[in-house]
C-alpha cells in the first residue's frame, strides 16, 4: 500500500539494541518501511540484527541522524507518543492516531516520534507534533515497552488501511488542497514569527516562555498549507524588514 511508504517511525536516543531490532521487525510485520534513530544505539548492533530476524533488509536502510530536526526536516505531519496526557494538547488513542496517520500521509511524509525507553520525549520535543498519542494501560502496570508500543499502533495502521474501502479515502489531490509546510519551513516560520513579536514588542524576556509556547501551538493545530504559511512568512519578514517577499517567491 503505497500510503504506507509515506510514513517514518523515529526513535529519540534509543537505548536498547534488542528494542531496535524489535522496532523493525515490528514495522515489517505491518508495512512500514521508514525507520529513523535520533541518536542513540546503532542499527548495525549485533543484538538489533538478531532481534530483526526477518526485517535485516528495514534495518540496513535505518538512518541515524543528529538531532530531532534532521529526522523530521521533509514531514509535514508529525504525531507524538506519550505515556500520559500533555496540558492543552489533546490526547489520541491508537485508533484514532492511525486514522489521522493515514489521514495526513496521503498528503505526504509524516513522522511517529517514539521517546526514549526510560523517559519518553522531552516538552521540547513535543512541541514539534501537531498530534499526541497514548496507549491505555492498566493502571497498576502503565509502562509499555517500546517495541511494543510501535507494534500496536503499527498494526492499527496496517489494519486500517487494509479495511475496505479504506485506500480510496487516502487519494487527495495535491492540486486541490495545496502543499503541506514541511518540518523544516515551519521551524524556520517559527523563527520569523518569533522575531516579528519581538520588534514590535509583544514578546519579551518576561513573558518569552509562554508567547513562545502560543506560537508553537498555534503552527500546531495542523498540517500548514504553502499558500497560508507564505502570507504569514510575509507579514513576520515585512515587519522584521527583512525582505519584500512576493506571494511567488518560493518559501525556505
Known amino acids: 500500500m503505497e500510503v504506507l511508504n509515506n510514513i517514518r517511525v523515529v526513535l529519540v536516543e534509543p537505548q536498547g539494541p534488542l528494542n531496535v531490532g524489535s522496532v523493525a521487525r515490528a514495522m515489517s510485520n505491518f508495512g512500514l518501511s521508514q525507520l ?13 540484527k538478531d ?20 529526522a523530521l526536516a521533509p514531514c509535514t505531519f508529525v504525531l507524538a507518543t506519550t505515556g500520559k496526557p500533555r496540558e492543552r494538547q489533546p490526547t489520541l488513542r491508537p485508533e484514532e492516531a492511525a486514522a489521522r496517520i493515514l489521514d495526513e500521509a496521503a498528503l505526504g511524509p509524516v513522522a511517529i516520534m517514539f521517546g526514549r525507553e526510560d523517559h519518553g520525549l522531552t516538552s ?16 497498576e502496570c502503565r ?14 495502521i496496517f489494519n486500517l488501511a487494509c479495511s475496505s474501502g479504506r485506500t480510496q479515502r487516502h487519494q487527495v489531490s495535491h492540486s486541490e488542497t495545496g502543499r503541506c509546510l514541511p518540518h523544516d519551513a515551519r521551524e524556520h516560520l517559527r523563527g520569523e514569527l518569533l522575531a516579528a513579536l519581538r520588534v514590535v514588542h509583544i514578546l519579551n524576556d518576561a513573558n518569552s516562555l509562554p508567547i513562545t509556547r502560543s506560537v508553537e501551538r498555534i503552527l500546531a493545530l495542523g498540517p500548514m498549507q504553502t499558500r497560508d504559511a507564505r502570507l504569514l512568512f510575509t507579514l513576520a ?9 512576493t506571494p511567488e517567491e518560493p518559501l525556505p
Open 36 to 48: 529513523v534513530l535520533v541518536k542513540g544505539v546503532s542499527p548495525q548492533h549485533p543484538q538489533a
Open 51 to 70: 532481534m530483526a530476524s526477518s526485517a535485516q533488509e528495514l534495518l540496513a536502510s535505518t538512518q541515524q541522524v543528529p538531532d530531532l530536526s534532521a
Open 124 to 139: 521540547d520535543e513535543m512541541r514539534h507534533a501537531h498530534a499526541v498519542m497514548a496507549i491505555p494501560t492498566a493502571p
Open 143 to 156: 509502562s509499555l515497552n517500546l517495541s511494543q508500543a510501535v507494534l500496536l499502533l503499527a498494526w492499527e
Open 237 to 245: 519578514r515585512r515587519i522584521n524588514g527583512t525582505t519584500d517577499m
